[in-house]
């Protein structure tokens, strides 16, 4: 239900808080999200209308797009959270029974990228000054170095 909740906060403006306060109170105040009761005081904190929150967690419409949404990932293959995509296959956070196939892997990956060195003047704290090599940040790294 507590999804169905957070549709309606996202409707309000408050989707943000509303997702912050549902996973702090259940992580670490070990709330029970499913609990009315638990859940309309959680909305009311963030600035919901109990009532018309009450209302919302009822409403065929929020209960239609948790279905939707819910079956888009199990289209996708999603069986634990969190789930990590390698290009287009899921990665499951969890282990599979041991009757279940491995998950495959993408033929290739695509190779990284090289990353081009930097030239430790680049990293001078005085770029404008005409000789980065008396920059602060130069005279203590060659003060380290010499060390």
Partial sequence: ????????????????????????????????????????????????????????????????????????????GIQAVPTLFIGDQPSMASPLPASSPAPSMPPQLPKPQRVPRLDARALSCGARERDSHSSPLMRRMRVRAAS
């Fill in 1 to 76: 239900m507590a999804f169905r909740g957070s549709y309606y906060a996202e409707d309000n403006g408050v989707g943000a808080a509303y997702y912050r306060r549902m996973l702090t109170a259940f992580f670490r105040e070990n709330a029970d999200l499913g609990d009315r009761t638990v859940l309309r005081d959680l909305a009311t904190e963030v600035g919901l209308d109990p009532a018309k929150y009450d209302q919302a967690l009822d409403a065929s419409r929020y209960a239609d797009r948790h279905a939707r949404e819910l079956q888009h990932s199990y289209d996708l």
